[in-house]
């Protein structure tokens, strides 16, 4: 009997199966602000290592660091350090030009320990591309972006835990990272903290995703709204009325934060 695969198997089949093709926009989206090739870059939290396997393909020295003991299969053969460590206690070993957080920062138990360990690790001047769920989006509330579950995406950590291992049985209750979404005012308090300066690049993430959809969306009623949207050229529209600006709609309404921070002068 072939077994149907559930909503939410689907969506995480989709992430993982996907993950070169996100890593390849996350590189795109990196060298409009930075030359990769021979640039010292970060991959923390790198999960399937899609970003650590693009970004040492187009010429980075890339640091991967996961929880995982064994570093992913797509960057053997490839000239990537990895390290089997928790964010909150790693220390690199050189000054780096970029760091990513990419689908992490909500996931890290100490985001504030993590991201000093970053800073310290960059070059003054040097980036941090991140990308993490809005919590207070109401899109992210109908449909939590983990699990598709509804008013997930405001409860704490211990609270998602529970639901998802206590209550449903989908996965392990030591599981080490069970999200916890943040709002944009402790993104900005947390980076701010830490010696960053931010702003949102929603556009350019925008146009990167048009050009390869599968590098962001992973439900496939999200790909086939963007097919949608591309057969009729309204993606263009919206893309005019998608700005960087620290406004209401960027900070309450946007499913995703799409930030470029930079490590300023001590």
């Known amino acids: 009997m072939v077994k149907t695969m559930t909503a939410r198997e689907r969506l995480w089949g989709n992430y993982e199966e996907w993950a070169g093709v996100r890593g390849e926009l996350i590189a795109a989206l ?19 290592g899609g ?5 040492a393909r187009a010429g980075a020295h890339v640091t991967a660091v996961d929880l995982h003991p064994e570093p992913p299969a797509r960057i ?3 000239a990537v350090r990895y390290y089997a460590a928790d964010l909150a206690v790693w220390q690199g070993n050189a000054p780096l030009d ?52 509804p008013l997930l995406s405001i409860l704490p950590r211990r609270a998602v835990r ?27 308090h947390l980076l701010h903290r830490s010696g960053f ?29 963007v097919q949608h949207l591309q057969a009729h050229g309204w993606d263009q529209s919206i893309g005019r009325h998608i700005d960087n600006r620290p406004t209401r709609r960027n900070r309450w309404l946007m499913p995703t934060f799409f930030i470029l921070a930079r490590k300023e002068a001590a």
């Open 76 to 78: 053997a053969g490839l």
């Open 197 to 225: 300066s931010w702003r949102f690049v929603n556009r350019e993430l925008l146009a990167a995703a048009m050009r390869s959809p599968r590098g962001l969306w992973n439900r496939p009623w999200h790909l086939h709204m």
């Open 98 to 149: 970029g760091a990513l957080l990419w689908d992490v920062l909500e996931h890290l138990s100490d985001p504030y320990r993590a991201l000093q360990q970053i800073s310290c690790a960059l070059r003054p001047g040097g980036l941090l591309l991140i990308a993490t769920p809005n919590r207070w989006s109401p899109f992210n509330a109908l449909c939590d972006p983990h699990y598709g579950l």
């Open 162 to 188: 529970h639901i998802i291992s206590g209550w449903l049985h989908w996965l392990p209750a030591d599981k080490p990272d069970y999200p916890q979404l943040l709002s944009c005012t402790e993104i900005d």
């Open 51 to 55: 970003a650590s396997w693009a970004l």
């Open 30 to 48: 990196l060298r409009q602000w930075l030359p990769l090739p021979g640039a010292a870059l970060l991959d923390a939290g790198c999960g399937q």
